[in-house]
């Protein structure tokens, strides 16, 4: 156990559909991190919040969203859902300030749009 | 702006033998460098970082890196391969310094296969 909480695990869903993705940080991080992963694109950064705002954005398509709640908790809202997005979807946190302990990542969310 | 390159999608060595991964980055600023491992249905494990000082740094499991500044690199190495380092292994680059702003950039992965 990582201390990166991520759920659901798996999920199957239509196109045009909207899901919620939810990831908890490990115990004292301040920053959670999403990535995309994917056979073609690889990992993909999408968005990084610090302390409930956003710090940096990737490759994050506009159908898609984020947010950090006051308990540091964040969520990746994916919208208009298309078979392209179907990914390995993963939330990684870090103390923030510093990459010297590197980023801690879940164990990620399964997204398959049929 | 930051970049990995990872050479060999695939690489497959005998069991007992050396195993050698390689990484090249480019940066505009003295690099972070890590490499993480992912495991089938897992998600990715931190197995060593470089951020400042001694070039050589040990991580789990056996493995090492060095970092070669003059090179750009940041190759992986473990001098005897067991049947468990069956993984993805990637290789990442951070700029981000910056307070509460620390992006990592990915290469696109090595699969590494052993051979019994």
């Known amino acids: 156990d990582s201390g990166v909480t991520q759920t659901p695990k798996h999920l199957i869903t239509a196109t045009g559909q909207r899901v919620t993705l939810r990831c908890s940080p490990r115990?004292?991080?301040?920053?959670v991190y999403w990535y995309q992963q994917s056979l073609d694109q690889g990992l993909q950064f999408l968005i990084q919040?610090?302390?409930?705002?956003?710090?940096a954005k990737g490759n994050i398509l506009e159908r898609f969203s984020a947010q950090q709640f006051p308990d540091l908790h964040s969520e990746l809202n994916l919208s208009s859902l298309e078979l392209g997005d179907s990914a390995l979807y993963f939330c990684?946190?870090?103390?923030?300030?510093?990459?010297?302990?590197?980023?801690?990542f879940g164990s990620g969310t399964r997204l398959t749009v049929v | 702006a930051q970049s990995v390159t990872q050479l060999g999608s695939h690489v497959s060595v005998s069991e007992g033998a050396l195993v050698l991964l390689r990484c090249n980055y480019s940066?505009?600023?003295?690099?972070?460098l890590f490499w993480y491992v992912q495991y089938p249905n897992q998600g990715l494990q931190l197995l060593l970082k470089?951020?400042?000082?001694?070039?050589l740094v040990k991580g789990i499991n056996g493995f090492e890196a060095e970092f070669k500044k003059s090179e750009t690199s940041f190759h992986l190495t473990k001098p005897s391969a067991n049947r468990s380092d069956a993984a993805e292994y990637f290789c990442?680059?951070?700029?981000?310094?910056?307070?509460?702003?620390?992006?990592?950039?990915f290469g696109t992965g090595t699969r590494l296969t052993i051979i019994p």
């Open positions: 990684a946190s870090s103390g923030g300030g510093t990459l010297h302990y590197g980023y801690t």
């Open positions: 115990s004292g991080d301040l920053s």
């Open positions: 919040y610090y302390n409930g705002e956003e710090r």
């Open positions: 940066s505009s600023v003295p690099p972070y």
């Open positions: 470089y951020t400042t000082g001694a070039t």
């Open positions: 990442a680059v951070s700029e981000g310094t910056n307070f509460g702003n620390e992006k990592l950039t």
